[in-house]
């Protein structure tokens, strides 16, 4: 998976708009800048002081949002372009250089100036990783939020942690051998160092923190019925169902069939009635025979007469 791209974080943007050329002619409104002509390297000197000066204004205008890094940065870019130099220039340029950073001051901000020269530059190669893990925290920061938009930015963020902890792990290692070299002396701030790698380097548990947002889903509520809802159902069914049957009677081949149903129940029934009141007919007829000796005492077992 792939983790967080550098090249367009703002400590690299920054970074690389430090070598833009520029004009000398702020410069040489300064007060050093008559300092400066006595140089056999004037012209190179010129171009850096410049730039320094350029790069200072650009905290002011485009990258006030974190100022202390950003004269971080430019102190150390300041030390890279010069520690070629003899040790005699170097103190020099140093000089020029913090003439420049007095002379650039937050607007509206009683003079206070935008960066201050570091007072004991650091020319080392533990410079080099110190500014990478300068860079490596504030991208960690700047991105710190991003684990809360989803699952997936959070295992970017993890990514990107376990790397960097990986490649500086392998960086104290390989160049820092005690006791000439402590992990103590690696340190931007409490939250930046590289002996206290749990705090510089957090790791995020994304499958419990995304677990915990499903887990907490509120859970659909199934709204009971009341019994006046039940009832009004049933006998908007019912309605519906004669309304259909209905239907089906006068507008359907089923009409039909119904019909003809009980039609042969009707006649058919009717057939049942007439049997039993033919046989009650013939039951009913039977008289006192005509010729019989003892009319007084015949005895007629008739079906009685309601």
């Known amino acids: 998976m792939s983790d967080i791209d550098e090249n367009k974080q703002i400590p690299h943007i920054f970074n690389k708009r430090l070598d833009e050329s520029t004009s000398t002619s702020k410069l040489k409104g300064l007060s050093i800048y008559s300092g400066i002509s006595i140089w056999d390297d004037k012209e190179e000197i010129e171009e850096i002081l410049s730039k320094l000066l350029r790069n200072i204004g650009l905290i002011i205008s485009e990258y006030s949002g974190n100022p202390k890094k950003r004269c971080r940065d430019v102190n150390h870019w300041f030390n890279e372009k010069i520690?070629?130099?003899?040790?005699?220039?170097?103190r020099s340029f140093s000089g020029y250089a913090t003439a420049v950073f007095n002379a650039v001051k937050w607007p509206r901000e009683n003079e206070k100036k935008v960066c201050d020269?570091?007072?004991?530059?650091n020319f080392?190669?533990?410079?080099k990783?110190?500014?990478k893990l300068d860079d490596y925290c504030e991208i960690r920061d700047n991105n710190g939020c991003n684990v809360l938009k989803n699952k997936n930015e959070c295992l970017k963020f993890n990514s990107y942690i376990k790397r960097k902890k990986e490649y500086f792990s392998g960086q104290i290692t390989n160049n820092c051998n005690p006791p000439d070299?402590?992990?103590e002396d690696y340190k931007i701030d409490e939250n930046c160092s590289l002996y206290n790698t749990d705090i510089t380097f957090p790791e995020i548990n994304c499958d419990v923190l995304y677990k915990k947002e499903v887990l907490q889903e509120p859970v659909p509520v199934i709204k009971e019925r009341s019994p006046l809802e039940i009832g009004f159902f049933i006998i908007v069914s019912f309605i519906l169902f004669y309304l259909f049957i209905l239907f089906l009677e006068k507008f359907t081949p089923v009409g039909s069939i119904i019909h003809r149903f009980k039609r042969r129940k009707y006649d058919l029934k009717r057939n049942i009635e007439k049997v039993d009141d033919d046989r009650y007919s013939s039951y009913h007829s039977e008289t006192i025979p005509a010729n019989s000796s003892n009319e007084r005492y015949y005895i007629e077992y008739a079906r009685p007469h309601n």
């Not at 520690?83 to 170097?90: G, H, L, Q, T, V």
């Not at 020269?117 to 530059?121: A, E, L």
Request: glycine share 0%; proline share 4%.
């Open 181 to 183: 070299c402590k992990l």
């Open 83 to 90: 520690k070629a130099y003899s040790d005699i220039k170097r």
């Open 124 to 127: 080392s190669e533990k410079a």
């Open 117 to 121: 020269r570091d007072k004991n530059p």
């Open 129 to 131: 990783l110190m500014k």
